[in-house]
């Protein structure tokens, strides 16, 4: 079965810019949640979808978005970029919420 | 957001020396899970635990979940230089996703 699949996986972008990032959950997961991860933070919840529907979402700013298709393929959108953006974004998957989940490997974004 | 305290932030040990990570919150979770995380690769899950006092083991690996519920901890006997890595513990809640720890970055040195 194959795994939780993220593109790109190095991503380079300027301050102000926008970037979309994709995963692609296991086969028959329905659950998809996005994650940020920094060394100083660690690991921290932007999104979670279900069934093509937002079940929760973290405290991020606006500028973080993201939707789930109905194959249950989910992007995540960051607008007007900032330094501070800079960071591994971590998608993974799960049969439901709060089932264990799947990682992808992630998705390196530096703004420089 | 219920907060997971893990410790230490930091373990540098020697090749068949054992250790004890622990995860801590003042809030009750319905499951806990543990992921080890490798360089370059995302976290992968090692074992959930969901009832008061469990314990599971992985070969040299042995959760507990507290009594209570609300931590848990990570025993490992015999440490070998493949069980570095950066390790998480999430808990569970419902009606919330899943909160992470900040994670214990363990390195084994032969």
């Known amino acids: 079965k194959a795994g939780v699949t993220q593109t790109p996986r190095y991503l380079i972008k300027t301050r102000g810019q926008q970037v979309t990032l994709s995963c692609s959950p296991i086969s028959g997961h329905r659950s998809v949640s996005w994650y940020q991860q920094t060394p100083g933070q660690g690991l921290q919840f932007l999104f979670e979808y279900f069934s093509e529907t937002q079940r929760n979402k973290g405290n991020f700013p606006g500028r973080f978005s993201g939707r789930q298709f109905s194959n249950s393929r989910s992007e995540m959108n960051v607008s007007t970029l900032e330094l501070g953006d800079s960071a591994l974004y971590l998608c993974?998957?799960?049969?439901?919420?709060?089932?264990?989940?799947?990682f992808g490997n992630g998705t390196r974004l530096t703004v420089t | 957001t219920q907060l997971l305290e893990q410790s230490p932030q930091f373990l540098s040990i020697q090749e068949g020396e054992n250790l004890t990570v622990y995860c801590n919150s003042s809030s009750v979770f319905s499951s806990l899970q543990w992921y080890r995380q490798e360089p370059g690769e995302g976290p992968v899950l090692l074992v959930t635990v969901v009832t008061g006092g469990e314990v599971k083991k992985l070969k040299r690996l042995t959760f507990q979940f507290g009594d209570a519920r609300k931590d848990s901890s990570l025993h490992i006997t015999a440490a070998q230089p493949g069980d570095t890595g950066l390790y998480l513990c999430?808990?569970?809640?419902?009606?919330?996703?899943?909160?992470f720890g900040k994670g214990t970055s363990l390195l084994v040195t032969p």
């Open positions: 999430a808990g569970a809640h419902s009606g919330y996703a899943l909160n």
């Open positions: 993974a998957s799960s049969l439901e919420p709060l089932s264990p989940l799947h």
